[in-house]
């Protein structure tokens, strides 16, 4: 089960390093936002801020324990930084045009950020034992970071969708078709991960005693997959491009 943990977080940190190290060598070059929003939160949630929160989380018995949970408070800090660039990816990329999404990224930007202060220390703790005002900022910090999962996946399925119909009639390139569903993909994944996430969080009495045999499990083995679907959506080797396009001939018109 370490094993398993080790192998994911390797992954999951091999992965974000390299994606958000090329997309901002990338962003050099086209001046995108896109690329500098997401490299900058591959960079900032995963890398640094899941290093501190490892640090913070699996260093609690061997470290003081001021020094564990400042460590925890600087990577909690740095991931809801990533999920606020996440949210702003998903803005400019999907809804640039839109109203609506702007008056939500207005409300659930400052909702993480706040949540992400050493005000949202009692996500350490067991839920139970928190006051009213404390478990509606519990509650509200993971459920505005689930959010940005689940908005992520909608938007990315409902551009799939279109995309496979285009692809159909030779419309639409079948890699971007599917660049476009593991973006999907690896939002699902998120969703999973913030609700084990908070899962955890309620259950547990100290950080020691959060992550269950039945959680490391399942984020090791969710963090694995969204680590595989970014890296072939931003960074596909030549091999797999082959499969893809072998897979999606396109159509006679």
């Given amino acids: 089960m370490l094993a398993l943990l080790g192998i994911s977080t390797l992954a999951s940190l091999v992965a974000s390093l390299v994606l958000g190290v090329r997309l901002l060598r990338l962003y ?106 404390e478990l509606a900022v519990f509650w509200l910090g993971h459920a505005v970071r689930i959010a940005c999962g689940v908005w992520g996946s909608l938007e990315g399925g409902r551009y799939w969708l279109a995309m496979r119909k285009r692809q159909r009639l030779g419309l639409a390139d079948a890699v971007v078709t599917n660049r476009i569903l593991l973006w999907a993909m690896a939002a699902v994944g998120s969703v999973v991960i913030f609700t084990s996430t908070a899962i955890a969080n309620a259950g547990g009495t100290s950080m020691d005693t959060v992550m269950s045999p039945g959680i490391i499990v399942t984020i ?32 006679n018109v």
């Fill in 220 to 251: 090791s083995s969710v963090t694995f997959a969204v680590a595989t679907c970014q890296w072939l959506a931003f960074l596909p080797p030549r091999w797999y491009l082959s499969w893809v396009a072998r897979r999606n001939p396109q159509p």
């Fill in 28 to 133: 050099r070059r086209t001046r995108e936002v896109p690329e500098l929003i997401m490299g900058s939160a591959f960079l900032s949630a995963g890398v640094v801020g899941y290093v501190f929160m490892l640090v913070g989380t699996g260093g609690a018995e061997q470290m003081p324990a001021d020094v564990a949970e400042v460590s925890f408070l600087i990577g909690y800090g740095l991931i809801s930084g990533g999920v606020i660039l996440t949210y702003l990816f998903v803005w400019r990329v999907f809804r640039p045009t839109e109203g609506w999404a702007r008056v939500l990224i207005g409300i659930a930007c400052p909702l993480v950020a706040v949540t992400g202060l050493p005000i949202g220390l009692p996500t350490l703790g067991n839920s139970a034992a928190l006051g009213p005002g």
